[in-house]
């Protein structure tokens, strides 16, 4: 359950209408612009890493997969990705056993 116990998508269609009416009461206007989402992948800063998170998703579309799906993947390995750049890793191939656990 999401915003005042609204499932996500009841959520997401409450989020938009609040914005499509508060642009009309601002600005006299609807503003029909879906906000852009955040792209984590622009914190890579390691040139090996990114060049790897293009290549998976460069296989995902090749793969066929829906631009939503790819989105949230793209996001999640990007998260990861991040926080190998944060420990100091500037490749994948860095990585050794037991580096990274779940706490």
Sequence with gaps: MH???????RAQIHNRSTQ???????????DWHI???EDTAASLEAPVLREKLETFIDKLVDNGLKTNT???YKRIVSYFLIY????GYQDLS???ANDITIA
């Design 70 to 72: 790819i989105y949230g």
């Design 20 to 30: 499509i009416l508060k642009s009309y009461m601002e600005y006299g206007c609807i």
């Design 3 to 9: 915003k005042e116990g609204y499932c996500k998508s």
């Design 94 to 96: 860095e990585l050794k």
């Design 84 to 87: 190998c750049q944060s420990k």
């Design 35 to 37: 906000q852009k989402r």
